[in-house]
């Protein structure tokens, strides 16, 4: 019969490796928010960076998610790429950032600044972009997809083909906005101001546009079908080849500046 010590004690100090083993590689992976400042990683998801100047740092493919970036600034950096998704970006700076095909779904950037910022291919699936300052963003096939955009301001804001499908867009400002086939189905956007919005081809079937401005905009070819528009203002708009089926138009100006009854 084999002595007991010595298998125990075999057996106890085996365990204790592979304890050690794990704390090592817990340890070597935890987001190190000092080293990711330092410029030693690009990695730092969950970290607390709240209000750190990270201006045209090169953070292509970094994972960020569910970090705390609130007031942080990014102007110029590229984050192409990146994850932020679930990040709270409260008030950061991202004017003129490359965020190409990043990942910012339910991401937190009310009062963010995106001012000139490429975010071609972009998610931003759920995101809360209320009263985030766009102007002339590039959002070209962007997922905006059920995203909360109350009284952003997206002042000729490229879009084209952007998905902005249930998406909340009460008080926005679209004012010039070139929103060829864009996706707005569904969309909640009472009080939207799109004087001279470019809406070729767009899809806005079962959306709400009550009280709306669209004077001047081309609504060309758009599908309207299920929409609701009363009171909205649709003096001298291009409504031609547009599918008005179900269209509610009560009290709308239309393009001939007639009351629709």
Same mark, same amino acid.
């Given at each position: 019969?084999?002595?007991? %010590?010595?298998?125990?004690?075999?057996?106890?100090?085996?365990?204790?490796?592979?304890?050690?083993?794990?704390?090592?590689?817990?340890?070597?992976?935890?987001?190190?928010?000092?080293?990711?400042?330092?410029? =030693?990683?690009?990695?730092?998801?969950?970290?607390?960076?709240?209000?750190?100047?990270?201006?045209?740092?090169?953070?292509?493919?970094?994972?960020?998610?569910?970090?705390?970036?609130?007031?942080?600034?990014?102007?110029?950096?590229?984050?192409?790429?990146? /994850?932020?998704?679930?990040?709270?970006?409260?008030?950061?700076?991202?004017?003129?950032?490359? %965020?190409?095909?990043?990942?910012?779904?339910?991401?937190?950037?009310?009062?963010?600044?995106?001012?000139?910022?490429?975010?071609?291919?972009?998610?931003?699936?759920?995101?809360?972009?209320?009263?985030?300052?766009?102007?002339?963003?590039?959002?070209?096939?962007?997922?905006?997809?059920?995203?909360?955009?109350?009284?952003?301001?997206?002042?000729?804001?490229?879009?084209?083909?952007? /998905?902005?499908?249930?998406?909340?867009?009460? &008080?926005?400002?679209?004012?010039?906005?070139?929103?060829?086939?864009?996706?707005?189905?569904?969309?909640?956007?009472?009080?939207?101001?799109?004087? =001279?919005?470019?809406?070729?081809?767009?899809?806005?079937?079962?959306?709400?546009?009550?009280?709306?401005?669209?004077?001047?905009?081309?609504?060309? &070819?758009? /599908?309207?079908?299920?929409?609701?528009?009363?009171?909205?203002?649709?003096?001298?708009?291009?409504?031609?080849?547009?599918?008005?089926?179900?269209?509610?138009?009560?009290?709308?100006?239309?393009?001939? /500046?007639?009351?629709?009854?």
């Amino acid at each position: 019969m084999r002595p007991i %010590l010595p298998i125990i004690a075999t057996v106890t100090f085996a365990w204790a490796l592979c304890a050690s083993a794990a704390v090592h590689r817990a340890s070597a992976q935890a987001p190190d928010p000092a080293a990711f400042l330092a410029g =030693q990683t690009k990695d730092c998801p969950g970290c607390n960076l709240a209000g750190v100047s990270l201006k045209r740092r090169n953070l292509a493919g970094a994972n960020l998610a569910g970090a705390n970036l609130a007031g942080a600034s990014f102007h110029r950096a590229v984050l192409r790429g990146a /994850n932020l998704s679930g990040a709270d970006l409260t008030g950061a700076n991202l004017n003129k950032t490359d %965020l190409i095909q990043a990942n910012l779904s339910n991401a937190k950037l009310a009062n963010a600044m995106l001012f000139e910022a490429d975010a071609s291919r972009a998610n931003f699936s759920r995101a809360n972009l209320s009263e985030a300052l766009m102007g002339s963003i590039r959002l070209l096939n962007g997922r905006l997809d059920r995203a909360i955009l109350t009284e952003a301001d997206l002042e000729a804001a490229l879009l084209n083909d952007a /998905n902005f499908s249930n998406a909340t867009l009460n &008080g926005a400002n679209l004012h010039q906005g070139r929103m060829l086939r864009v996706n707005m189905s569904g969309a909640v956007a009472n009080s939207t101001e799109l004087t =001279q919005a470019n809406l070729r081809d767009a899809n806005l079937s079962g959306a709400k546009f009550g009280e709306s401005v669209f004077y001047l905009a081309d609504l060309s &070819g758009a /599908n309207l079908s299920g929409a609701d528009l009363n009171h909205a203002v649709l003096r001298s708009a291009n409504m031609g080849n547009t599918n008005q089926t179900g269209t509610v138009f009560t009290g709308a100006m239309m393009p001939d /500046n007639t009351i629709h009854p």
